[in-house]
């Protein structure tokens, strides 16, 4: 009976004919095509309104500074911020103008937002989600993103690679610069502050604590600059504005031009003393005397 094997047996390849490879539809090869036609946007945009505000105006009252620089931008453009929480995305779709926010998509880490399927339609649906993997610079992230961009849309990425582990930033990965020149489009630097104590990394529920967003004015990639060049000044602006935000616009600006100006990265020193230069936390007092505790690293 071997004549009906054929029947069971899959069928064999011709000599010369490679493999088919076949690709996962999760992860970084998630098509997210979809999640921009205009009822996908309509839905996100509802969102916005009908939850995100309210929930950051709850529990972040965020105080905007710099959107007057926003004005006359039109995009597309790669927004770039310090990431310290999930809240991040929030409140950035919360607070920015809505020429800018309507066609505004989110570079996301393909493992945490694009495991299956399922997950991964809430992500591109709901902010707009785009797959990157956030180890490594890839050819099918790039093609993403840049894909993204022509399409007509804006793109807010977190060049860290991820959340802070311990409040401070981290170094910027040239990504957001190489997508930005790939595309042509500008890069919009923006500073987050306080997102980290409504929703700190490991918690699934937000707490009330005070935040802030400080926009930028938008940069180009000069002549002869490198990528890793323009990540580097990408980073310098955010801590500008973070400077700003905490100084006052003329002192922040006479530290940048003095080249003092404060680094998100923090001291370069063991984990608890990065943790205890940060300060206590909110509604705790580092010396009180009634109980002292170590920082919670």
């Known amino acids: 009976m071997n004549w009906l094997r054929f029947l069971i047996d899959p069928p064999s390849k011709p000599k010369g004919v490679d493999k088919r490879i076949e690709h996962p539809s999760t992860g970084v090869y998630y098509d997210t095509k979809w999640s921009r036609r205009p009822a996908a946007k309509l839905v ?3 969102g916005v309104w009908g939850l995100m ?3 950051i105006s709850l529990y972040g009252s965020p105080r905007v500074v710099g959107r007057d620089r926003l004005k006359t931008v039109k995009g597309p453009v790669v927004f770039v911020a310090n990431h310290h929480s999930h809240a991040d995305t929030t409140l950035v779709l919360a607070t920015l103008p809505p020429h800018l926010r309507r066609d505004l998509s989110v570079a996301a880490g393909a493992d945490y937002f694009f495991p299956n399927k399922y997950t991964a339609a ?3 649906l709901f902010i707009g989600a785009v797959p ?9 992230s790039i093609t993403n993103t840049v894909q993204t961009i022509e399409d007509g849309n804006s793109l807010l ?11 401070w930033s981290k170094q910027h990965r040239p990504g957001a610069a190489f997508v930005s020149k790939l595309a042509g489009v500008p890069i919009v630097p923006i500073y987050l502050e306080g997102t980290g104590n409504i929703l700190p990394k490991g918690k699934n529920w937000p707490r009330r604590s005070r935040c802030a967003v400080v926009y930028g004015a938008p940069m180009r990639l000069k002549d002869g600059e490198d990528v890793r060049e323009f990540a580097q000044r990408i980073q310098r602006r955010v801590n500008e504005l973070a400077d700003e935000f905490s100084s006052g616009w003329w ?15 923090g001291p370069q020193v063991g984990g608890w003393r990065r943790r205890w230069a940060l300060g206590p ?8 005397p009634a109980k002292k505790t170590w920082p919670n690293v």
């Open 281 to 288: 936390k909110p509604g705790q007092k580092r010396n009180s």
């Open 132 to 140: 990157i993997e956030r180890q490594r610079l890839s050819k099918l």
């Open 44 to 46: 996100r945009r509802m």
């Open 251 to 265: 002192q922040a600006k006479r530290k940048a031009h003095a080249g003092t100006t404060p680094d998100l990265n």
């Open 53 to 55: 505000k309210p929930a």
């Open 122 to 124: 809430i992500s591109a």
């Open 157 to 167: 990425i977190y060049p860290e690679g991820g959340r802070s582990p311990d409040g």
